[in-house]
C-alpha cells in the first residue's frame, strides 16, 4: 500500500492532470482531502479542516488564508477546485480519486483527525457528517464501517439524497474497475441498487 509521505507514489500520478499541472505534493493531496470530506467550504473553513488533517505550508510554516489560497490557483486553473462566490469544491470525480491515493492506514488517521475536528461533544451519536465522512472514506478504501454509516445516513436522510451525495460520484464519476472489485459481490451490489432504482425512476 502506499504510504503518505510518498509525494510522488503512483496513486498520486493518477491524479495528475492534463496541462503541465505538477503531480499534487503531500501537503496539497491532504488540502484537496480536507476539501473533499468537508464540500464546499470558504478558505477559512477549509484552512481549519486542512490544517487538521496536517496539512502545512512547509515544514516549518502552516498554512495561512492566503498561502492557502495561493496553493489552490493552479488547481482552480486546471478545472481541478471550483470557485464560486459561496466557496470552493473539488470538480465532480476527483474528490473519490484524492482520497483513494492514500493507503488504508493513512485513510484512517485521516478519518480520525476529521473527526476530531468536527466533534462538539454534544454525546457519542454520530452526525450527519461523520456518517458522510465514514462513507466517503470507507469507500475509498479505508478501515471504516461504511455499511452501517450508510444505512444510518439512508435512515436519517432520503434514499435519493443519499444516493445523490455520496454514491453517484464515486460509481459514475470516478469508477475504476480494479478498485469496485476490492468489494464483496454482496457489497458491489449495495452500491449499485440505488443508482440502478434512481436511473429507472
Not at 154 to 159: D, E, G, N
Request: one cysteine or more.
Amino acid at each position: 500500500m502506499l504510504a503518505v509521505q510518498d509525494d510522488v507514489s503512483t496513486a498520486a500520478e493518477k491524479l495528475k492532470p492534463r496541462g503541465g499541472l505538477p503531480t499534487p505534493t503531500h501537503n496539497e493531496r491532504l488540502v484537496l482531502a480536507a476539501l473533499t470530506l468537508r464540500g464546499r467550504s470558504n478558505i477559512s473553513a477549509l484552512l481549519a479542516t486542512a490544517s487538521a488533517l496536517g496539512a502545512r505550508e512547509t515544514e516549518s510554516r502552516a498554512f495561512s488564508t492566503q498561502s492557502l489560497r495561493r496553493a489552490l490557483e493552479p488547481y482552480v486553473a486546471a478545472g481541478w477546485v471550483l470557485e464560486t462566490a459561496q466557496g470552493c469544491e473539488c470538480n465532480w470525480g476527483l474528490g473519490p480519486r484524492v482520497l483513494r491515493s492514500f493507503s488504508k492506514q493513512d485513510l484512517a488517521a485521516l478519518g480520525q483527525a476529521y473527526v476530531g475536528s468536527i466533534r462538539r461533544g454534544y454525546g457519542a451519536a454520530p452526525t450527519l457528517t461523520v456518517l458522510d465522512a465514514h462513507v466517503k472514506l470507507g469507500l475509498a478504501g479505508g478501515d471504516f464501517e461504511w455499511e452501517r454509516a450508510l444505512e444510518q445516513l439512508v435512515a436519517l436522510a432520503a434514499p435519493l439524497q443519499v444516493t445523490q451525495n455520496l454514491l453517484r460520484e464515486p460509481l459514475l464519476g470516478a469508477f475504476d474497475r480494479e478498485w469496485f472489485k476490492e468489494f464483496s459481490e454482496r457489497q458491489q451490489r449495495r452500491l449499485v441498487r440505488p443508482l440502478a432504482v434512481r436511473e429507472g425512476e
